[in-house]
């Protein structure tokens, strides 16, 4: 679903009065003209459109984010998808004051890069990577990987936000993400490494065992390039649950 098929957006424009909207057959804003809905929350519709247009014209995800109710973010997913950033992180424990990050791997327009510590993994290097992020797409990112990398670096990562976690819950699918990928029918190449594997690989590298790191990273990719098939799936059983046509 696109941001121009919503109504949601609109102070006093539940789920029930965009439902009653599309099932006249207006499901998008090119659609919709006085008089549909009446009164003043019919003005705050044209005034939401209106301004949609241009807001959407400049590419301002933070201007639909803060329109569109909590539960209802996924919506920004396929008009800003080519503005994602998928991505993903790993650390030597669960603990941010204590514990460090090894690697991050980050998924936008096609190219995926992975950051090491003590390697090219600083604040500056982060900065650049998510420079032109304007929404972020994670699994559990929002307790655990930003606050972390926000932690640790001197980075700002207040922006739109899609946790996947969050999202899938929506269409029932629980757990961790790969509980999650094996329920949607999404391999992997390594399915035997998991998040405690990677913080030994990471030990096994600061003790010099060959290949270790390369395993880490190989493993960390995986998991940011899979969030991008996963959306891909949420959003679009979502859209169908949802959306009246």
């Known amino acids: 679903m696109r941001v121009e098929n919503s109504f ?44 949609g247009r241009d807001h959407l014209d400049a590419a301002d995800v933070a201007y639909f984010d803060q329109q569109f109710p909590n539960s209802e973010q996924w919506r920004l997913y396929e008009t800003f ?15 941010q004051q204590r514990n460090r990050v090894t690697t991050v791997s980050l998924h936008q327009d096609g190219e ?29 990112g929002k307790r655990f990987d930003v606050p972390f990398l926000e932690a640790n670096f001197d980075v700002d990562l207040q922006r739109p936000h899609l946790d ?4 899938c819950k929506k269409i029932g699918l629980s757990g961790g993400l790969k509980q999650v990928e094996q329920d949607i029918g999404i391999e992997r190449d390594r399915p035997d490494i998991s998040g405690r ?9 600061e003790s010099g065992r060959g290949g270790a790191l390369e395993t880490l990273v190989s493993y960390n990719r995986e ?23």
């Open 8 to 51: 949601i957006g609109v102070d006093g424009v539940g789920e029930q009065t965009e439902r009653s909207i599309w099932e006249q057959g207006i499901t998008h804003w090119d659609e919709f003209e006085p008089g549909v809905v009446g009164g003043k929350r019919g003005d705050r519709i044209q005034r939401f459109i209106e301004e």
């Open 81 to 95: 998808r080519d503005r994602a950033c998928f991505f993903d992180i790993e650390t030597t424990g669960l603990d």
């Open 112 to 140: 995926t890069e992975t950051l090491v510590a003590g390697d090219d993994l600083t604040a500056g290097n982060l900065r650049a990577a998510f420079a032109d992020a304007d929404l972020l797409v994670t699994f559990n």
């Open 164 to 167: 996947l976690l969050y999202t």
């Open 197 to 205: 594997d990677a913080v030994r690989l990471w030990r096994e590298h």
């Open 223 to 245: 998991d940011t390039v899979n969030l991008r098939t996963l959306a891909d799936e949420v959003t679009g059983s979502l859209h169908d649950d949802v959306f009246v046509r």
